[in-house]
């Protein structure tokens, strides 16, 4: 029997958890399997093969994939149930105990799932955990998936080994494509009607592990595409965020003015534990540059509440290292114990409800530094880059510097950068009009 006959006339669903780099290899997964015969599912359909890319970021994470591949699994019945990514990786047997899981993957994997999906029509009963790999290779992708934005994934895994975090060992070590295949990956994107794509890795400022090139050999290379007209880049390590590249993005023409920057604490002895590789000072010095290179840059920071060794003492320091610094949103996560971790060896552990707590203290931050900074854009001029999705007569895009602007619907405007000047906004909505 060929690979046709196989695969011919089957259905797929996918379903996506964590990160922008999952939704790209989603994406490339699909396409995959669309090369193979194999088409998405269509809404109320069920599908034949149902791939569900899952996360292991927190044990948080953990849960909403077992309640996913459940959900799954039970609104496609008979179907074949393939789990990737993170969290089959780390904890394989765990996933191959949830009712209706077939086929367990981990995130070294994706690149050949064809060749793990060759015997699925067989239907056998026995769930198979292939044996999960050391990951050496990388994969780049360039994907759309359902989205506006293109998402080109340009380095992955991480060579850091903070004491709080299991990425390295679901990821495994830095490595990257060659600036010249990925160059290639976005000018077809740009040729396909991508107007904006957003850089994904684990940690993409450390790129050029595999290759001997530079992030900034990357940023100098892509700004150089005529058919793209704007590049993000996404979340990078302030040790490795160089005025080198603030200055590059302040003269150039694609690269938006859009920074999305780990904090994790805002006290040095935290950051110590957490075996950061910077400290208060060398963080507010890159927040600095950045406002006095691009004023009207939006900031994104990540902050983890409620690690181990976090005293009161140690969040006072955090809250107020926080509010000193013009930012202009905050993600905040609570501290989840992830076995394996150096951070399990630390004797200092914070209560549930005192980690709630502190988390409800900081997005009142964040909610208080996004309004600012949205005030602070009424009457500026900028391009809006709008999307497909609509809701009842309304559409959306962003600006440049990542303000999400709301408008009539006009399906003329769908991915197309439309010059705007920002009026008021919603504030419950956090939405600007024109």
């Known amino acids: 029997m060929t690979d046709k006959n196989i695969f011919e006339n089957k259905k797929a669903a996918y379903y996506t958890l964590g990160c922008k780099l999952n939704f790209?290899?989603?994406?490339?997964?699909?396409?995959?399997?669309?090369?193979?015969?194999?088409?998405?599912?269509?809404?109320g359909e069920k599908a034949d093969i149902c791939i569900i890319n899952t996360c292991s970021v927190t044990e948080l994470a953990d849960k909403k994939c077992r309640q996913a591949i459940r959900k799954i699994a039970k609104q496609h019945p008979g179907s074949y149930v393939v789990v990737v990514g993170c969290y089959a990786q780390l904890k394989p047997e765990e996933v191959s105990k949830i009712e209706g899981v077939d086929l367990v993957l981990g995130t070294g994997q994706k690149a050949d799932i064809i060749e793990h999906l060759r015997g699925f029509d067989e239907m056998t009963d026995g769930i198979i955990v292939s044996p999960i790999k050391d990951i050496h290779t990388f994969?780049?992708?360039?994907?759309?998936?359902?989205?506006?934005?293109?998402?080109?994934?340009?380095?992955?895994?991480?060579?850091?080994?903070?004491?709080?975090?299991?990425?390295?060992?679901?990821?495994?070590?830095?490595?990257?494509?060659?600036?010249?295949?990925?160059?290639?990956?976005?000018?077809?994107?740009?040729?396909?009607?991508?107007?904006e794509i957003v850089l994904t890795g684990v940690n993409i400022g450390d790129f050029g592990k595999s290759t001997?090139?530079?992030?900034?050999?990357?940023?100098?290379?892509?700004?150089?595409?005529?058919?793209v007209e704007r590049f993000r880049i996404s979340s990078i390590e302030p040790n490795l965020l160089t005025d080198e590249i603030l200055k590059f993005v302040t003269q150039s023409q694609r690269f938006a003015p859009h920074f999305h920057i780990p904090l994790q604490s805002g006290s040095d002895e935290v950051l110590k534990l957490m075996r950061r590789k910077y400290d208060t000072r060398l963080f507010a010095s890159k927040i600095q540059k950045i406002k006095e290179l691009l004023p009207d840059a939006f900031i994104g920071v990540d902050v983890i509440v409620g690690t181990r060794g976090e005293t009161d003492d140690y969040f006072e320091a955090t809250?107020?290292?926080?509010?000193?610094?013009?930012?202009?949103?905050?993600?905040?996560?609570?501290?989840?114990?992830?076995?394996?971790t150096a951070a399990l060896n630390i004797d200092y552990k914070v209560n549930p409800q005192i980690k709630?707590?502190?988390?409800?203290?900081?997005?009142?931050?964040?909610n208080r530094k996004t309004k600012d900074f949205y005030r602070s854009q009424i009457g500026t001029n900028h391009n809006v880059l709008f999307e497909h999705t609509k809701r009842g007569n309304k559409m959306h895009g962003f600006t440049e510097n990542y303000i999400k602007v709301e408008t009539g619907y006009r399906i003329s405007w769908i991915n197309k950068l439309i010059p705007v000047t920002l009026g008021d906004f919603n504030e419950d909505e956090l939405t600007m009009s024109i």
Do not use: W
């Open 139 to 195: 994969t780049p992708s360039c994907s759309q998936g359902d989205r506006t934005r293109y998402f080109l994934k340009v380095q992955d895994g991480c060579d850091y080994y903070c004491s709080y975090c299991t990425i390295p060992f679901a990821r495994g070590r830095s490595r990257n494509g060659k600036i010249a295949d990925l160059v290639k990956m976005a000018e077809e994107a740009g040729k396909d009607g991508g107007k």
């Open 212 to 227: 001997g090139e530079t992030f900034f050999d990357l940023l100098k290379a892509l700004d150089k595409i005529e058919s």
């Open 356 to 366: 709630q707590e502190r988390s409800r203290q900081l997005l009142e931050i964040s």
């Open 319 to 340: 809250k107020q290292f926080i509010q000193s610094l013009p930012v202009s949103q905050l993600h905040v996560f609570n501290y989840s114990e992830r076995q394996g």
């Open 24 to 43: 790209a290899e989603t994406s490339t997964i699909g396409k995959q399997l669309a090369e193979q015969g194999i088409r998405k599912v269509l809404p």
